[in-house]
């Protein structure tokens, strides 16, 4: 049972260069999230999608877009990386609403150089 | 003032006590909370989830919750040094799509 699946696991880009974060979930859940993880910094939303078709910004949207590519899967793209943008970032899954508990993946942990 | 706030920590208990992690939150809204543990280098897993004013028990964990105090707490009976973690308490509300997490307390249980 995959859960939520998070690639890559590792990379390390240069400043300027962009990529993709993907994730996907087999849960069949309807709602979608991106977080990044710094140290002392908790979870922070970047962006969400509470259904397939929607995408809204989080508390920290600059420099990110996302793409709700159908229900399984959810994608985060750096389009010109920074160094501020080294971080762990997790995806997570709910069937949806706020009274839902969010599933996470394993985590993409990325430096820019 | 932060919409979900944790005893900032880090906490140390012997092995054998009560870990208390305790968690405030200030939307009055928020109707749903859950505790996630982290270990270092990993993902956050869901542990316990709350709804209701009281107590919920899952074997040596029990998730307190005072909707009149906006207070959400996790006990752990018995800790063991495999509950050494980060924890993060989240709270919800039915009408929305988000979890608004706090920083999460770390604890280290010592043998």
């Known amino acids: 049972n995959a859960g939520v699946t998070q690639t890559p696991k590792f990379q390390v880009l240069k400043t300027g260069q962009s990529m993709t974060l993907q994730c996907a979930q087999d849960m069949n859940h309807n709602s979608m999230y991106w977080y990044r993880q710094d140290p002392g910094m908790g979870l922070r939303l970047i962006y969400y999608?509470?259904?397939?078709?929607?995408?809204d910004k989080g508390e920290v949207p600059n420099g990110y877009n996302v793409s709700r590519l159908n229900k399984r899967e959810f994608s985060l793209r750096l389009e010109s990386a920074a160094p501020s943008q080294t971080s762990v970032y997790f995806c997570?899954?709910?069937?949806?609403?706020?009274?839902?508990?969010?599933?996470f993946g394993d985590g993409t942990r990325l430096s820019i150089l | 003032q932060k919409e979900v706030e944790q005893n900032s920590g880090p906490l140390s208990v012997p092995e054998g006590a009560i870990a208390s992690l305790n968690c405030t939150y200030s939307?009055?809204?928020?109707?749903?909370f859950f505790w996630y543990r982290q270990y270092s280098g990993k993902s956050p897993e869901l542990i316990m989830f709350i709804y209701s004013n009281g107590d919920k028990e899952d074997g040596r964990f029990t998730a307190q919750l005072n909707k009149a105090s906006q207070y959400v707490s996790l006990l752990i009976r018995d800790s063991q040094p495999s509950d050494s973690a980060t924890y993060l308490c989240?709270?919800?509300?039915?009408?929305?799509?988000?979890?608004?997490f706090g920083e999460g307390t770390q604890l280290t249980v010592n043998p």
């Open positions: 997570a899954s709910s069937p949806g609403g706020g009274n839902q508990p969010q599933h």
């Open positions: 989240a709270g919800g509300k039915t009408s929305g799509s988000r979890l608004t």
């Open positions: 999608s509470a259904s397939e078709g929607t995408t």
């Open positions: 939307d009055r809204g928020s109707q749903s």
